[in-house]
């Protein structure tokens, strides 16, 4: 969970600024500059971009090393890795302590993990409502395809066809 972990420090950032080759981020053990109070900010931090085009250069490494491809055809790696980090810009965002009331009162560390926790199974389930209405959706199609080929095809093709969509399906 890389949006709980500290961000990088004041001394490693100056070092980095001084020389990004010899200061930069590492693969292992990646923290973010969290220093930005929007997702967009995160995403300008240079050290930020010298992440995910490392990981996107470490990617490109292991896709070309392997011949038998078995990652699919080429992508692009620093989109793909840039996007991944933008969903941790949000959860560093959505993770900073809001106020609880006119006092001033700050969410504690568990409360924020609660909120958080809370969000993520609300889009889960969101998500597989969504999912379920996809489901409903394509297999109406099916139904209706399978009808109009009722009144077009022999029987012995509307059995053909209604197993193809039947493995289709599963």
């Known amino acids: 969970q890389l949006f709980v972990r500290p961000g990088v420090s004041d001394a490693r950032l100056k070092n980095f600024e001084q020389n990004p080759q010899l200061y930069g981020s590492k693969i292992r053990n990646t923290v973010l500059d969290k220093r930005g109070l929007t997702t967009q900010q995160l995403a ?7 992440v995910a085009y490392i990981m996107a250069k470490n990617a490109e490494e292991i896709y ?15 989109e793909l890795f840039q996007e991944r980090i933008y969903r941790v810009y949000l959860d560093i965002v959505k993770g900073r302590p809001k106020t609880l009331n006119e006092a001033g009162t700050r969410e504690s560390p568990e409360q924020i993990q ?3 926790v809370e969000s993520h199974l609300l889009r889960i389930k969101n998500n597989g409502e969504t999912n379920s209405r996809h489901m409903v959706w394509f297999l ?11 009144f077009s ?18």
């Open 64 to 78: 070309r090393s392997c011949k038998d491809q078995r990652f699919g055809d080429a992508i692009d790696w620093l």
């Open 44 to 50: 300008e931090q240079p050290w930020n971009q010298q």
């Open 114 to 116: 609660d909120r958080l």
């Open 140 to 150: 109406r199609s099916v139904i209706q395809s399978t009808v109009c080929l009722l």
């Open 153 to 170: 095809i022999d029987v012995p093709e509307i059995i053909r066809t209604l197993r193809n969509l039947r493995n289709h399906v599963a």
